[in-house]
């Protein structure tokens, strides 16, 4: 027994002698029963309070990382054109939204025309099927096919007949049709990662230098 339990015992017998003492002679009675001397007096609270599970954070892999583990490898035979087809059809529904070609295009002197450069600009290219048409090299002139990976620097294509070719950006610039639009982007405007290029401010004016 600790040396509280006599105390606390003592505390309680002498709140119900003083209550006996000025209550009427018909409460005395119902003092104890109606008194719940155990809980308000004797409890104690614990010293070992529970300590609150922490919840382990999920770690994700770093740039790094995933480009150790070969995430950003894709050998030249290993993605079929055909496959990337509905991607690219997803894509056409989705930059049709973003550049809202329902609409007339705007005139470039506008202001409306900067909006629409700026949605382009910070628009998600994989599933977009591009053709290199100028490069500082030679080789990759006449290159095409379908987007499947948006990187800094570079664009991965996925041509007609299965094979998958990188492109560098800032050396290209590239073509693409939407719907009846003839639409051409230098290639050094892209270089920033997707994600990041979708929140950065750019420019009012791009001038290309190739």
């Known amino acids: 027994m600790s040396s509280e339990e006599p105390i606390n015992k003592e505390a309680a017998e002498a709140i119900i002698s003083f209550l006996k003492a000025n209550v009427s002679k018909s409460a005395i009675p ?25 919840k382990k954070k999920v770690k994700s892999l770093n740039r790094k990382e995933k480009k150790s583990l070969g995430f950003y490898t894709i050998s030249r ?12 059809q997803v894509w056409q529904k989705y930059i049709s939204e973003v550049l809202d070609l329902d609409k007339p295009i705007p005139d470039c002197t506008s202001k409306a025309w900067e909006n629409f450069t700026t949605s382009l600009y910070k628009a998600d290219f994989h599933g977009s099927e591009l053709s290199v048409i100028r490069s500082k090299c030679p080789s990759y002139v006449g290159k095409s096919g379908i987007c499947i990976m948006d990187t800094k ?22 073509e693409m049709y939407l719907n009846k639009l ?24 791009l001038l290309p230098d190739l």
């Not at 308000?40 to 599970?53: G, Y």
């Not at 035979?77 to 690219?88: E, Q, T």
């Not at 007609?160 to 560098?168: L, M, Q, S, Y």
């Not at 990041?196 to 401010?201: D, Y």
């Open 30 to 54: 119902n003092i104890e029963n109606e008194l719940k001397t155990e809980f308000v007096l004797a409890k104690k609270r614990s010293k070992v309070q529970k300590r609150r599970k922490t």
């Open 77 to 88: 035979d290993s993605v079929k054109y055909n496959d990337i087809l509905p991607m690219n």
């Open 153 to 174: 620097n570079t664009f991965k294509l996925v041509s007609r007949d299965n094979v998958v070719t990188t492109i560098p950006k800032r050396e290209s610039v590239f």
């Open 182 to 205: 003839k639409i051409t982007v230098f290639g050094k405007h892209l270089c920033v990662r997707p994600a990041e290029r979708s929140t950065k401010k750019i420019k009012g004016r």
